[in-house]
């Protein structure tokens, strides 16, 4: 998956917890609950993987403190296999993907990384300038349009998002395109008009083709922790999210936040982003990802 800097302290701790050596007791697990939920994966994540393990340990392990962390570690991976990773495909043409998230958390960027990931397929496809209450998201746009070689739909700033996002759909259609992505708000004056603008977005683009879009990726700042998992529940909620794409995967201390962001939403993380540079967003990766978290 392309993940390098290491998560500080957690598999570490957890090596310290469940030594190989060490019995695995009751207060053993109490710590390991500790940890987790120091690393962002929250609290009734935590007491549900927690509870999940000890009965795979009982199950299946000789007793050791290295048994019961392969059995974490089972537990974790079987959670993120059970609700799908890494499996993203478009399907028939134009597909829509809609991108939503709040500000900061990477949103318009990672979009520019999918474009480039799309067009490396050999794919053809347009962006969207739906996000039109930031001038700046809309300036933004263009110019990873430009350097991604894709070409982007616009509107002055301030119009309405939902004629974008129309203009965008039948320049697809026209053109025989193959996908349209989408940028949206990700802040107006307040919650419910957010989401009442995203619902309307999300009607037009279903108005014109339906059955679309094709999928509603939710794009997550991985160091933003428990308040992150808060506003994702908000725009699952609303905008119907079918898939999540975390970023700054690499830049956080903890990682956590992956595990109980699908745990909670029950969807898919789809892509991580790994790093600054335009191919770094990477499948998502189960294996990988428990290597790296329960990694020293």
Not at 48 to 61: N, Q, Y
Not at 143 to 161: L, N
Not at 287 to 295: C, P
């Given at each position: 998956m392309g993940l390098r800097a290491r998560p500080s302290g957690l598999g570490a701790r957890l090596r310290s917890i469940l030594g190989a050596g060490t019995?695995?007791?009751?207060?053993?697990?109490?710590?390991?609950?500790?940890?987790?939920?120091?690393?962002?994966?929250?609290?009734?994540?935590?007491?549900?993987?927690?509870?999940?393990?000890?009965?795979?340990?009982?199950?299946?392990?000789?007793?050791?403190?290295?048994?019961?962390?392969?059995?974490?570690?089972a537990e974790i991976r079987d959670r993120l296999v059970r609700v799908g990773s890494g499996r993203f495909e478009l399907g028939p043409a134009p597909s829509v993907i809609l991108f939503v998230g709040v500000n900061g958390t990477g949103k318009t960027t990672t979009i520019a990384k999918l474009a480039a990931r799309l067009k490396g397929e050999g794919r053809t496809l347009v962006l969207a300038a739906a996000d039109t209450f930031r001038a700046?998201?809309?300036?933004?746009?263009?110019?990873?349009?430009?350097?991604?070689?894709?070409?982007?739909?616009?509107?002055?700033?301030?119009?309405?998002?939902?004629?974008?996002?129309?203009?965008?759909?039948a320049a697809a259609e026209s053109r025989g395109l193959d996908a349209v992505l989408v940028d949206t708000?990700?802040?107006?004056?307040?919650?419910?008009?957010?989401?009442?603008?995203?619902?309307?977005?999300?009607?037009?683009?279903?108005?014109?083709l339906p059955g679309q879009p094709r999928h509603v990726l939710l794009v997550l700042d991985a160091t933003t922790g428990q308040n992150g998992i808060l506003q994702a529940e908000a725009f699952s909620r609303e905008a119907g999210v079918t898939g999540i794409v975390l970023t700054k995967l690499d830049g956080t201390a903890k990682g956590g936040v992956a595990l109980a962001a699908a745990d909670r939403l029950g969807v898919p993380?789809?892509?991580?982003?790994?790093?600054?540079?335009?191919?770094?967003?990477?499948?998502?990766?189960?294996?990988?990802?428990?290597?790296?978290?329960?990694?020293?």
């Open positions: 019995p695995a007791t009751d207060a053993t697990w109490d710590e390991v609950e500790e940890a987790l939920i120091a690393a962002d994966v929250g609290a009734t994540t935590t007491l549900e993987i927690v509870d999940a393990a000890r009965e795979r340990f009982r199950r299946e392990s000789g007793g050791s403190g290295e048994d019961a962390r392969r059995a974490l570690a700046a998201a809309v300036e933004q746009l263009r110019i990873w349009g430009e350097q991604v070689g894709v070409p982007v739909v616009a509107q002055r700033a301030g119009a309405d998002p939902g004629a974008v996002a129309f203009d965008a759909v708000a990700g802040r107006l004056q307040n919650k419910q008009q957010l989401m009442a603008e995203l619902a309307k977005i999300r009607r037009v683009i279903e108005r014109r993380i789809l892509f991580a982003g790994v790093g600054e540079e335009i191919d770094a967003l990477a499948p998502f990766d189960p294996e990988a990802f428990v290597e790296w978290l329960l990694s020293e």
